[in-house]
């Protein structure tokens, strides 16, 4: 069988602190890796947009000296002739070392993986996780704080079907002392399921809240998202939930001067482009960062050491 990274908690924490360890070194070192996948291929299967995610991955490979094939939406393959998930990732698994694959359906990864003899990363699907995601967010906020424990963090806006959010608040309640503020409106609160299994089953203290001004100052990262527009069932609620949180220079008057903020992007209007030149703004660093933990995934999956 071989390895699938489908939920965060698929790696160890041990694990990841192993990856953040070589994503470093990548970073430090880049000659040292550039041969390492030669002659090895990585599928990216997106049934779904994708800008960062896809685009990362497949610069990783291709500076891990690599090469990439994959379709970036789901009318390109034979999706749009009737193929099941199933013989799709089976026919790349008979061509390509390693996929990663992004679907609407939450549980698609999963259920492909079945079918495939070469190992699968979910690239996100659905409402459900994104693994990789979670991964790029440690390894930013490993570089920004130096640190994986001790901090108070927001997360703030579409907590509901937040895919990023369910998998990041999962793998933090893993390490030690960490405080969760939740700050959502009513109908986007963090899902029952992760709340249970995440915080309440491992005793952490948590709290919930609907204004992101009265937790500013108490909090150490800021992790922003979009509302995702894409889940809604009817449009007139997306219209009206779009715009509950808008991170702009004045709304940050009050938060430490040490603060981090983070977004997995796409940003629709939830943070202000002013908001940028702060230098508490790490989101730009996020997304590069995504490059190297991905980088960091594809040598431990394929088992390459250099
Ligand atoms: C996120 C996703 O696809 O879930 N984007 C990403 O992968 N960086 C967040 C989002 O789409 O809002």
Same mark, same amino acid.
Not at 3 to 10: F, G, K, L, Q, S
Not at 76 to 101: P, R, W
Not at 142 to 152: A, Q
């Given at each position: ?50 800008t960062r ?64 003899? *070469? ?37 703030c806006g579409d ?5 990023? *959010? ?57 992790y922003m998202t979009r509302v ?14 779009k715009d509950?949180y808008i991170l ?13 903020i983070l977004h997995p992007l796409p940003r629709v209007n939830e943070i202000a482009v002013a908001v940028d030149?702060?230098?508490?703004a790490?989101y730009w660093?996020q997304v ?19």
């Amino acid at each position: 069988m071989p390895r699938n990274i489908i939920d965060v908690t698929d790696l160890t924490v041990e694990e990841i602190d192993g990856l953040i360890a070589t994503a470093e070194d990548i970073l430090q070192n880049p000659a040292k890796y550039q041969d390492a996948c030669a002659h090895k291929q990585l599928a990216t299967l997106f049934f779904e947009p994708s800008t960062r995610t896809r685009l990362s991955f497949e610069s990783a490979m291709l500076a891990l000296g690599g090469s990439v094939l994959g379709f970036s939406e789901a009318a390109s393959s034979s999706t749009a002739k009737g193929e099941t998930v199933g013989d799709t990732v089976h026919t790349v698994s008979c061509y390509a070392d390693i996929i990663a694959m992004r679907h609407p359906k939450e549980g698609a990864p999963f259920a492909a993986a079945q079918f495939s003899e *070469v190992p699968i990363i979910n690239a996100g699907d659905g409402g459900h996780n994104h693994p990789t995601q979670t991964l790029t967010d440690l390894l930013t906020i490993h570089r920004e704080k130096g640190r994986l424990s001790g901090f108070t963090i927001g997360f703030c806006g579409d907590l509901k079907f937040g895919r990023t *959010v369910h998998s990041l608040v999962n793998a933090l309640s893993r390490y030690k002392d960490i405080r969760f503020v939740l700050v959502s409106p009513a109908e986007l609160k963090l899902p029952r399921y992760v709340k249970e299994e995440a915080l309440k089953k491992r005793g952490i203290p948590y709290r919930q809240t609907d204004s992101l001004d009265a937790v500013m100052s108490d909090l150490d990262i800021l992790y922003m998202t979009r509302v995702q527009k894409e889940r809604f069932f009817n449009e007139e609620d997306y219209l009206r939930l779009k715009d509950s949180y808008i991170l702009t220079p004045e709304k940050l008057e009050d938060a430490k001067p040490d603060l981090s903020i983070l977004h997995p992007l796409p940003r629709v209007n939830e943070i202000a482009v002013a908001v940028d030149k702060d230098p508490r703004a790490a989101y730009w660093k996020q997304v590069k960062n995504g490059k190297f933990i991905r980088m960091a995934l594809i040598l431990k999956l394929l088992d390459i050491r250099v």
